[in-house]
C-alpha cells in the first residue's frame, strides 16, 4: 500500500496549502476520492467549503466544472439538452457541466427537488439520459456538493435518495486562533487557490482506486462493519436506519483509509474513525428523538458503544 500512502501524502499537502489545520476533514476528502465515491460538504458560511472542492479539483489533472445551483435551474442546465441542427438536420447533444471529471455542485440544497434528480442517475450510474440516449460519464468522476445547513429560505432539502448517494458527508467548523491568522497572512496579496498547481495525475487517480480495493478486510471486521448498520435500523429513536449502502460504505472507505496510513488490512478503528462521517446522513430520526434534541451523530456514538469490537490478528486470512 505503499505507493497508496505516497499518493495520499502528495494529495492531501497540495490541498493543504489552500485549506489550514483541516487534516481530517481533507483526508475524507482523499477517502472518497479513492473509493470512487461523492462527497457533501455542509457547514456554516465563510469556513472553506468551496475551497475545499476547488482545491481537490485543482490538485488533479482533470477536467473540472462548477455548478452554482439556484431555484430556477432546470434539470437540462445540468445534464445537457439536445439542439436542432438546421445544417445537419439533425439534433446534436451540448454537454452540461455534469459532464465532467471532477464537478462541484454549489450550494446544491438551493435547486428544486426536480433539478436535485437530475443528479441521481450520475451519481449512482455514471451516466446521464437525455432524451433517450444514455452518454457516460467520464472516469474518474466525482460530484463534490456544498450546502448551508443553517440557511432555510430559498433552499429545498435533499430527499433520502440523493443524500444516500454521498459516500461521505463532512464538517470544516471554524478553525482555532493560529490557523485563522495563518488564512490571513496567506491570503494578504492573493488567494492561494489562484497559485495552486496539480500535484497527480488522472492515470494515478485511476490506479490508486483500483490498488485500494485490494485490501483486507478479516470477516470478524465485516461482520462489526454490518452489525454497526444494522444496529442502527434498531435503534429505539431512528424512524429509517442505514441502508446495506452505508456497510458497503464502511466497508469501502476503511479499505481506504488503511492504504492512507500504509497498511493492507482494516482495523476496527478504520470504522470506527469513518462511520459518523458514513452514517449519519443515512438516519432519520423519530420525533420522540427530536423532541429530546437528539441526533444522528449522539446515535452513531451509542451504537459504536454498543457493539462488541472484534480483536485478534486481523491482518491476514486464517
Known sequence: MTNVQEFSDRLI???EKVIVGKRETVELAVITLLCQGHLLIEDVPGVGKTMLARSVARSIGCSFSRIQFTPDM???DVTGVSIYNQVNREFEFRPGPIMAQIVLSDEI????PKTQAALLEAMEEHQVTVDGVTHFLPKPFMVMATQNPIEYEGTFPLPEAQLDRFL????LGYPDSTDEIKVLERQQFMHPIESLEGAITESEVLEAQEEVKKVYVAPEVKAYMVEVTRRTREFPDVYLGASPRGSLTLFRTSQARASISGRDFVLPDDV??????ALCHRLILGPAARLRDMNAVEVIVEVLNSVPVPGGDL???G
Open 272 to 277: 470506527k474513525a469513518l462511520a459518523e462521517s
Open 13 to 15: 499537502v497540495n490541498i
Open 168 to 171: 461521505l458527508r463532512v464538517k
Open 315 to 317: 491482518s491476514r486470512e
Open 74 to 76: 432546470l434539470p437540462s
Open 109 to 112: 440544497n438551493r435547486a428544486t
